[in-house]
């Protein structure tokens, strides 16, 4: 099941790099620039292996996670879309389980960089395209398409009749995209409904699941919602149970750390079970369920360089949360957890909430060592983290760089856990591994 990791790469550098300065804007929503180019590459959106769509704040990437492992569990070949990736962008266009090859991914976006004639387009918008001409070209048995920003306006929602879609939890994250509420988010999530379709709706606020439903109405889109249609729970003895109308299975505790990896399997198996209730059996459901893998989602670190840096019998935990419904979870996680000395490593985008993030974990952390964020990105600085922290209660202080902070901590062995940007996990895992 592991995604591995491709080498360190250059060829394909320099076309990626070329792409984003097809655009002004690296994120600019709209739908018109990406049917264009798949116009011109011959429509390939129109000839992909059946389609589940994921739209979502949180719990898109574990849900997809899931319900591959499962669908390859019993048999199936599986392509997979999700974005951003940690180490290497070939990790988003995933064929039949393994990362595109670098032959192939210089070949298709060579060939979409040609049929887009210099016209303006995102970066994701062509390489989306680029994806779809991948798995257009490709066979397989499903295709699992994770939205890139939001779902109305989103690249992938050039598919007009996915056979399932998803709406895992909605709550507030990049809203200067979609909008300050969360009915606002909502909206544009729930954007990705296509008349007909089966929605699976995975546990939503009062708001969000108002609007998604007045959506669903209007479109006369079937919806199979969380709590009313299907229900997954912990159970006793490392155990979940799942129930819909076909009945009740017990399975494995997910392979993925933290009680709300649950609802998000729940909804994998909703989703399968929705796609084609006949082809999966429970051995499926149990082998996924416990076999998934998904990086830097509560990811315990195997040793490696950047675990050698922090003192012998110290766990390093990973996680690449970074808005307020991630810092609750982090939180109801750590604290459910065996009592040890816990501290956060933390850094993150300035275009996130901070507050948000860092406050629910003072009901479960010591303290806090706020860090740069690595690479280019704007980062909040790390004053201004150690003020957050201060407020909500947390003993907190700044170091420049990764190594730093763990090379710092002292004491008994505890647990550290290093989160708040994707892309802080995808250097640590891209270190760790060397």
């Known amino acids: 099941m592991?995604?591995?990791?491709?080498?360190?790469?250059?060829?394909?550098?320099?076309?990626?790099?070329?792409?984003?300065?097809?655009?002004?804007?690296?994120?600019?929503?709209?739908?018109?620039?990406?049917?264009?180019?798949?116009?011109?590459?011959?429509?390939p959106e129109r000839r992909l292996p059946p389609v589940i769509h994921v739209a979502g704040t949180n719990g898109k990437g574990s849900t997809i996670a899931f319900m591959?492992?499962?669908?390859?569990?019993?048999?199936?070949?599986?392509?997979?879309?999700?974005?951003?990736?940690?180490?290497?962008?070939?990790?988003?266009?995933?064929?039949?389980?393994?990362?595109?090859?670098?032959?192939l991914l210089l070949s298709i976006l060579e060939e979409c960089?040609?049929?887009?004639?210099?016209?303006?387009?995102?970066?994701?918008?062509?390489?989306?395209?680029?994806?779809?001409?991948?798995?257009?070209?490709?066979?397989?048995?499903?295709?699992?398409?994770?939205?890139?920003?939001?779902?109305?306006?989103?690249?992938?929602?050039?598919?007009?009749?996915?056979?399932v879609t998803v709406i895992t939890p909605v709550s507030m994250d990049h809203m200067q995209f979609l909008g300050d509420t969360v009915d606002k988010i909502a909206f544009e999530k729930a954007g990705i409904l296509k008349a007909g379709t089966t929605?699976?709706?995975?546990?939503q606020s009062a708001e969000a699941l108002?609007?998604?439903?007045?959506?669903?109405?209007?479109?006369?889109?079937?919806?199979?919602?969380?709590?009313?249609?299907?229900?997954?729970?912990?159970?006793?003895?490392?155990?979940?149970?799942?129930?819909?109308?076909?009945?009740?299975?017990?399975?494995?505790?997910?392979?993925?750390?933290?009680?709300?990896?649950?609802?998000?399997?729940?909804?994998?198996?909703?989703?399968?079970?929705?796609?084609?209730a006949l082809h999966f059996g429970f051995e499926d459901f149990a082998a996924g369920v416990s076999d998934v893998q998904w990086p830097a989602r509560l990811q315990r670190l195997e040793p490696g360089a950047v675990t050698r840096l922090?003192?012998?019998?110290?766990?390093?935990?990973?996680?690449?949360?970074?808005?307020?419904?991630?810092?609750?979870?982090?939180?109801?996680?750590?604290?459910?957890?065996?009592?040890?000395?816990?501290?956060?490593v933390c850094a993150m985008q300035e275009n996130k909430d901070a507050v948000g993030f860092v406050a629910p974990l003072a009901r479960a952390a010591d303290s806090l060592v706020a860090i740069d964020l690595p690479g280019t990105t704007p980062g909040h600085p790390t004053a201004e983290l150690v003020a957050i922290a201060h407020a909500a209660g947390l003993n907190a202080n700044a170091m420049d760089t990764l190594d730093g902070a763990l090379k710092s901590l002292s004491g008994l062995p505890g647990r550290v856990l290093i989160c708040g940007s994707l892309y802080l996990a995808g250097e640590v895992l891209h270190r760790n591994a060397a």
């Open 310 to 344: 922090a003192p012998a019998g110290w766990e390093v935990w990973l996680d690449g949360g970074h808005n307020p419904a991630a810092g609750e979870m982090l939180a109801e996680t750590l604290a459910g957890w065996e009592r040890k000395p816990t501290v956060v």
């Open 199 to 203: 929605c699976i709706v995975g546990p």
């Open 68 to 103: 591959r492992a499962i669908a390859e569990a019993s048999g199936l070949s599986v392509h997979t879309y999700t974005s951003p990736h940690l180490v290497h962008f070939h990790e988003r266009i995933a064929l039949n389980g393994t990362p595109i090859g670098e032959e």
């Open 210 to 276: 108002a609007v998604i439903e007045r959506r669903a109405a209007d479109i006369d889109a079937p919806l199979f919602i969380s709590g009313i249609d299907w229900f997954a729970a912990p159970e006793t003895g490392d155990a979940m149970v799942y129930r819909d109308e076909e009945g009740e299975i017990l399975l494995p505790v997910p392979g993925l750390s933290g009680a709300h990896q649950i609802a998000n399997a729940g909804a994998a198996i909703a989703a399968l079970r929705t796609w084609d």
């Open 113 to 163: 960089e040609a049929a887009n004639d210099g016209q303006p387009i995102t970066f994701f918008e062509i390489t989306t395209a680029a994806a779809f001409l991948a798995y257009a070209r490709h066979p397989a048995d499903l295709l699992l398409l994770e939205t890139g920003l939001g779902g109305r306006f989103d690249s992938t929602n050039v598919i007009e009749a996915p056979a």
């Open 2 to 43: 592991a995604q591995t990791m491709v080498p360190n790469l250059t060829r394909t550098d320099a076309v990626l790099e070329r792409l984003t300065a097809l655009h002004p804007k690296l994120i600019d929503l709209g739908l018109a620039r990406t049917e264009r180019l798949l116009k011109a590459l011959g429509n």
